[in-house]
């Protein structure tokens, strides 16, 4: 799995941040970061909450 956040269109809800804190983060301004853009298999569940909760969209998965 690969992760990819497309921080122009973030509208810094933190969704990302409570879904998989081990994965994402905010900056000072709010904005998401990504921790883990290659996560271990066991947080693939973390992540695909994260891409389901943002209200932006801004969060892409590619599966292997």
């Known amino acids: 799995m690969k992760i990819y956040v497309d921080t122009d269109s973030c509208i810094?809800?933190?969704?990302?941040v409570l879904e998989a804190p081990e994965l994402f983060d905010q900056d000072d301004d709010g904005l998401v970061k990504l921790l883990q853009p290659?996560?271990?298999a066991q947080l693939y569940d973390a992540a695909r909450r994260a891409l389901s909760a943002c209200p932006a969209a801004v969060i892409q998965i590619v599966e292997d």
């Open 12 to 16: 810094c809800s933190g969704a990302c």
């Open 38 to 40: 290659e996560p271990p």
